[in-house]
């Protein structure tokens, strides 16, 4: 899930500063579109390139299968990440056909740097939903500061529901009416889409997916969504000039 | 051919998105996560109209103008390829 680092500017609001603190002036763009400014904010090069193999480390779906890693990929920072949140599959993963290329001392040095930086993460994500508002969450820059440098795994879901304030949304019982209410025009698209993106994820797969229980759960509730956008934007011929 | 090409875009960013998110937690808390994400982020990309997908087009054609402005002429002027069709897989 990778937003756009084109942010969307209203020119109204001067939030030019939002950012961040310690960015560095980044060079600013606006481009019109009726009547809209929209801010063209670039991304910072050398930060982009940490937060990537963090990622990696972070996100076991997004992970190259272990045969794929090569000797100083960024992907071998997974091991000791993976020590850090106590996977007990962490030491059978570390099998023997994939030999770090490190000395053994130094793996282990960078292991328990990169455990203790983990470590810390969490720690401030925990402080910082306690001492953040949800409502606030979105916009606070202390918020947006650690969401840059990574959101360990252990707690990436309690920050999801706290930056997105899914909590003060929930209406109990509504979840499960709308599920009773079944397909929608859409369900046979949303599970040949299912087929596609899950393969890796047997649990998401089938009639059962809980992917298309929400998708339809949701487009219950909000029918005037295209679910289908491409298709339409074709129909429409927006895309198909050329 | 290029029509050929945006039938081949399916779009699947919504399932993708609901998909990532079942992975971290509970469905029901996914789903109001979820309704939060399109009422803040996601719903103008999903609208009748798609005016949100035509701003984020503009500003990467403008972004591929600053960066590499020979690539930005050959594909956007000579070619003339929308560049709809290529940001829909991104954003989408």
């Known amino acids: 899930l990778s937003l756009p680092n084109l942010r969307r500017h209203k020119s109204k609001q001067d939030e030019t500063s939002s950012l961040g603190s310690g960015s560095q002036t980044a060079e600013v763009d606006t481009v019109q579109v009726k009547d809209t400014d929209f801010e063209l904010v670039r991304p910072n090069l050398p930060f982009i390139l940490t937060r990537n193999s963090e990622d990696a480390a972070r996100d076991g779906s997004l992970e190259p299968p272990l045969s794929l890693i090569q000797p100083g990929s960024p992907a071998l920072s997974t091991f000791s990440n993976r020590s850090a949140n106590g996977a007990s599959d962490s030491a ?8 770090p290329p490190l000395s053994p001392l130094k793996f282990l040095q960078e292991a328990e740097q990169s455990i203790d930086a983990h470590r810390q993460r969490e720690l401030r994500w925990v402080s910082l939903m306690s001492s953040v508002l949800p409502a606030q969450a979105r916009k606070a820059k202390k918020v947006k500061k650690l969401l840059l440098e990574g959101v360990p795994a252990s707690v990436r879901y309690l920050v999801w529901s706290h930056v997105t304030n899914g909590r003060e949304r929930t209406v109990a ?4 009416q709308l599920c009773s209410r079944g397909r929608v025009p859409a369900s046979d698209s949303i599970e040949a889409d299912i087929q596609r993106s899950f393969k890796d994820h047997p649990p998401l797969q089938g009639h059962e997916s809980p992917v298309l229980t929400v998708l339809q759960a949701y487009l219950n509730m909000v029918p005037d969504i295209q679910y289908n956008i491409g298709e339409y934007a074709l129909s429409n011929g927006s895309m198909s000039r050329g | 051919m290029v029509a050929c090409r945006g039938a081949n875009i399916m779009p699947i960013g919504l399932t993708r998105i609901v998909g990532q998110l079942l992975l971290q937690g509970p469905e029901e808390e996914v789903f109001w996560i979820f309704v ?12 009748t109209n798609n005016s949100q997908l035509e701003v984020d087009a503009t500003l990467f054609s403008r972004a591929l103008e600053n960066n590499d402005s020979q690539l930005a002429k050959r594909m956007l002027m000579d070619m003339s390829i929308p560049p709809e069709i290529i940001c829909t897989d991104w954003y989408v």
Do not use: K, Q
């Open chain 1, 92 to 99: 059978s993963r570390n099998s023997p056909r994939t030999e």
């Open chain 1, 173 to 176: 019982g509504v979840y499960a």
């Open chain 2, 36 to 47: 939060s994400l399109m009422d803040t982020y996601l719903r103008p990309y999903f609208s």
